[in-house]
């Protein structure tokens, strides 16, 4: 087990399972550009990692992930309008190495998510939540607009819910989370763990290659039209596959009715 810690965010690693947790909990892991930072460095760390074959992002007391630090907001309050491209810039880097980082991604949600924090749960490819989160894109009520993470949250909960959520600001529970389909699983405290626990498992059982190739697959399919380009893409993605050794060793290894090698 290999493990990283600093005042923001830990990174573990066991099992060919990479855990970045969230440590600001007196501050409700609200973002500031430090946090940001160091979550975007522990993402590329880990996705250029042989040895990680999933990444769970989870957090420390309460809430998953209130939004933006008061003291930052702040300082942000004088910022010029070059000040706050930058500023954004960064935030938006973060999200894309969550989305981005090639081995599969779990968001386990254990307290609230609000404002950017709702990035950092769409960003990831699936995400469990407990039973008593609450979710709220708050930024109208502030006067902004849930801008930066807007490409993550709509892939994730849809257009029709966004349109919703984002204008009023209201704020909703796991099951309703889970209706739009924000989050994939809804569990109590006592088996959060043992949820996130089944999926990872999953994910390492399986073809290593194959599971990142997957990723991609959905992002580069997701929402385009199927014309021409798309199926010789796809018809493409699945020639590769099966002509490299993972894919050769897996077909095989069901046709002779035994575990293929990276379960072994």
Not at 105 to 122: E, N, S
Request: proline share 3%.
């Amino acid at each position: 087990m290999s493990s990283v810690q600093n005042t923001a965010l830990s990174v573990t690693v066991q099992d060919q399972v990479a855990r970045i947790t969230l440590t600001r909990p007196t501050v409700r892991n609200a973002f500031n550009d430090e946090l940001i930072a160091q979550i975007k460095s522990a993402f590329e760390a880990v996705g250029a990692r042989d040895d990680v074959r999933c990444v769970v992002l989870a957090a420390e007391g309460p809430a998953f992930c209130a939004g933006a630090d008061l003291n930052w907001m702040r300082r942000m309050a004088d910022y010029t309008r070059d000040e706050n491209l930058a500023d954004a810039g960064e935030l938006a880097a973060m999200l894309r190495a969550i989305y981005a980082c090639p081995q599969p991604t779990i968001a386990r949600v254990q307290g609230d998510v609000y404002a950017g924090g709702m990035g950092l749960v769409a960003a990831c490819d699936m995400a469990v939540s407990v039973d008593t989160a609450h979710y709220c894109l708050s930024e109208v009520k502030l006067g902004l607009i849930p801008a930066t993470i807007s490409p993550y949250v709509i892939r994730a909960m849809g257009a029709r819910a966004a349109h919703r959520y984002f204008l009023t600001a209201e704020r909703f529970g796991a099951a309703e989370a889970h209706r739009i389909g924000l989050v994939h699983e809804v569990v109590s405290a006592d088996a959060l763990d043992a949820k996130v626990a089944e999926l990872t498992q999953a994910l390492v059982s399986a073809s290593p290659k194959a599971v990142r190739a997957c990723k991609k697959l959905v992002q580069d399919v997701a929402e385009r039209e199927i014309n021409d380009a798309l199926v010789v893409q796809t018809v493409a993605g699945i020639a590769d596959i099966r002509a490299s050794s993972e894919g050769k060793e897996g077909v095989l290894s069901f046709l002779q009715k035994r575990q293929p090698s990276w379960s072994l």
